[in-house]
């Protein structure tokens, strides 16, 4: 088993996971254990489309109509030979 050392704990929070692991007949150390395996645990949800996200997000509201400029002859390249 490992151990984890945490500095610089505020005390309102350390007073809090005393509460805490009290309320649930646990010590702090303990109470910190189920704490971080709950939160591991969980799964995150996978990275997803970021233009779905956005388009999730926004498509409700409406969505915006552009009239694109009709497409011209390309130019000609340049020549390097010169």
Same mark, same amino acid.
């Given at each position: 088993m490992?151990?984890?050392t945490?500095r610089?704990?505020?005390?309102?929070?350390? !007073?809090?996971? *005393?509460?805490?692991?009290?309320?649930? #007949?646990r010590?702090?150390e $303990?109470e910190?254990r189920?704490?971080?395996?709950s939160g591991?645990?969980?799964?995150?949800?996978p990275?997803?489309?970021p233009? !779905?996200?956005? *388009?999730?997000i926004f498509?409700?509201? #409406?969505g915006?109509?552009? $009239?694109?400029?009709?497409?011209?002859?390309?130019?000609?390249?340049?020549v390097?030979?010169?």
């Amino acid at each position: 088993m490992a151990t984890l050392t945490i500095r610089k704990l505020d005390e309102r929070l350390k !007073a809090r996971l *005393r509460i805490r692991a009290a309320r649930h #007949g646990r010590s702090m150390e $303990e109470e910190a254990r189920v704490i971080l395996k709950s939160g591991l645990d969980r799964q995150e949800p996978p990275p997803g489309n970021p233009a !779905a996200a956005i *388009r999730e997000i926004f498509e409700p509201l #409406g969505g915006v109509e552009l $009239e694109l400029p009709s497409r011209g002859p390309g130019r000609e390249p340049p020549v390097f030979s010169e």
